[in-house]
């Protein structure tokens, strides 16, 4: 009958309409979430204010000399039209000048995080300051760790000798060798993954990640009796005890002398 069939037809149309309407209103959604694991261009505000500030100009990718920022496509998982970077394709070069940070037009990129008081009293630019993430250095595939002689990731450092030193230590396999071991320094090293490109192990062995991820904190029961930062953290500590083992219910004068722990 023509009736059913329009009918039908109309039927179709709508369910068709509102599963696009559905996948559109996903992508807003989608795109105003924030994406932990990205990381931003210098000066870069916390993740949340940056997604409720960044209005995708895309203005500080144009700024960028070395095409390192990219805005996100729908494609790329992450929230559609704000500035990332991705070290192991082209990492944050350190321009001194930071032209990325003065061209973004919100605040988004903040240059009071990036800036430093010289001796006249202004502020000036300095990218040393940047925090864009931490550099995590994985030993199980690291092959200065292993013993094989590499230090690609100390000499392609910006801040070589500063942000990542390389310790000397015995090689335990051989017992007559040392190991050239890379150290990533927390409070220098800006995150612009200079280091992770450089890496020559087939997946970067040395990566950079967001600094608020890579960096965890200690128990409020441990701290650096010299560091007076260290000692203000725990002022307000409890005295409740919060990890409970089998051994807990012992003094410790009854195991400590143990021979089999």
């Known amino acids: 009958m023509p009736e059913r069939r329009e009918f039908l037809l109309k039927a179709c149309k709508g369910i068709g309409v509102a599963a696009t309407g559905g996948l559109v209103w996903s992508g807003f959604i989608g795109e105003g979430k924030s994406a932990p694991l990205m990381l931003r261009p210098p000066g870069a505000v916390p993740e949340k204010d940056f997604i409720a500030s960044c ?3 895309g203005m500080c990718v144009e700024a960028c000399p070395y095409d390192t920022l990219v ?13 990332y970077f991705t070290p192991r394709t082209i990492p944050c070069y ?19 995080l990036v800036s430093e008081t010289n001796k006249e009293g202004e502020l000036i630019l300095n990218v040393d300051l940047a925090k864009i993430g931490l550099a995590v250095i994985d030993r199980e595939t690291c092959i200065a760790y292993a013993g094989i002689q590499c230090d690609a990731c100390y000499r392609a450092c910006p801040l070589i000798g500063k942000a990542i030193t390389v310790d000397f230590t015995r090689n335990v396999r051989t017992g007559k060798h040392a190991m050239r071991a890379p150290v990533v320094h927390s409070d220098v090293c800006t995150g612009c993954g200079v280091c992770e490109k450089a890496c020559v192990t087939q997946k970067a062995s040395i990566f950079v990640l967001p600094r608020n991820i890579a960096m965890g ?3 409020e029961r441990y701290f650096k009796g010299w ?7 725990i002022k307000d500590a409890t005295t409740e005890v919060t990890t409970k083992t089998p051994r807990s219910d012992r003094a410790p004068v009854d195991y400590l002398n143990e021979e089999d722990l």
Not at 71 to 83: H, M, V
Not at 97 to 110: E, F, H, K, N, R
Not at 227 to 233: F, G, M, S
């Open 55 to 57: 209005i995708k100009c």
């Open 71 to 83: 805005l996100a496509k729908p494609e790329d998982d992450k929230p559609i039209g704000t500035p």
């Open 94 to 112: 350190m321009c001194k000048d930071i032209p990325c940070v003065p061209a973004c037009p919100t605040g988004s990129l903040d240059q009071s």
């Open 217 to 219: 904190e200690s128990s």
């Open 227 to 233: 560091d007076e930062r260290d000692v203000e953290r």
